[in-house]
């Protein structure tokens, strides 16, 4: 079993839907939780960092962290056709350690 | 700007030869790490590195080794190379002390025939 699950998709939501992404961890041990968004053929960058449980807001994106159920969740209100990209999961058991990656799900936001 | 420049973007190679990818990077970080990525596995770390002359297997290392001879570059040697080994690899970087913001490179996709 993978340390962190992340469903595939692809996602496919029309122009102006939110987008409701998620990731399940197993290792009790992670305290900090990133999302990164990848575009394709191109390299990962980071979209959202989160500390222990709680939610984060920037813009249109909201990160939540639930670390009894040990479930995060990535939501994307008004989505965008920019939006389409494969987001990926990833976190670590403190500031400084190597990164676990979920797989990514593929989101498509159709206009 | 600074930025991160891997090379090549593309390559394909026979089983058994040596491939050599390299990475370069010019924000002076002194953590830099090596993934692949191959659908249904997302990233997997092969190898990383804090710093000149240091360097750490990842999960996925067998068949790769790394060294580390300056700062800005971390280049990854596929010994001999294998058709598992077909896949995009992605080199980052980040920070010292943090490894949570990574900067990707925009990746090279490897052929193995």
């Known amino acids: 079993q993978k340390e962190v699950e992340q469903d595939p998709g692809p996602l496919s939501v029309p122009e102006g839907a939110i987008v409701s992404l998620n990731c399940t961890y197993s290792n009790s041990a992670f305290q900090y939780f990133m999302w990164y968004r990848q575009y394709s053929r191109k390299g990962p960058e980071l979209l959202m960092y989160t500390y222990s449980s709680g939610n984060k807001e920037d813009g249109r994106f909201t990160a939540q962290v639930d670390k009894s159920s040990k479930y995060i969740s990535l939501f994307i209100r008004d989505s965008q056709p920019s939006d389409s990209a494969t987001y990926l999961c990833a976190m670590n058991k403190a500031a400084g350690n190597k990164l676990t990656f979920g797989g990514g799900t593929r989101v498509l936001v159709k206009p | 700007d600074a930025e991160i420049t891997q090379s090549p973007r593309h390559k394909i190679t026979e089983t058994g030869r040596q491939v050599t990818l390299a990475c370069h990077q010019t924000?002076?970080?002194?953590?830099m790490f090596w993934y692949r990525q191959d659908l249904g596995h997302g990233l997997r770390l092969i190898h990383y590195?804090?710093?000149?002359?240091?360097?750490n297997k990842g999960e996925v290392s067998d068949g790769y080794s790394v060294s580390r001879s300056n700062t800005e570059d971390l280049p990854l040697t596929l010994e001999s190379a294998a058709s598992s080994q077909t896949s995009v690899y992605f080199c980052?970087?980040?920070?010292?002390?943090?490894?949570?913001?990574?900067?990707f490179g925009p990746g090279t996709r490897l052929t193995v025939l």
């Open positions: 924000w002076n970080h002194n953590n």
């Open positions: 980052a970087s980040s920070e010292s002390g943090s490894t949570d913001t990574q900067y």
């Open positions: 590195s804090y710093g000149v002359h240091d360097t």
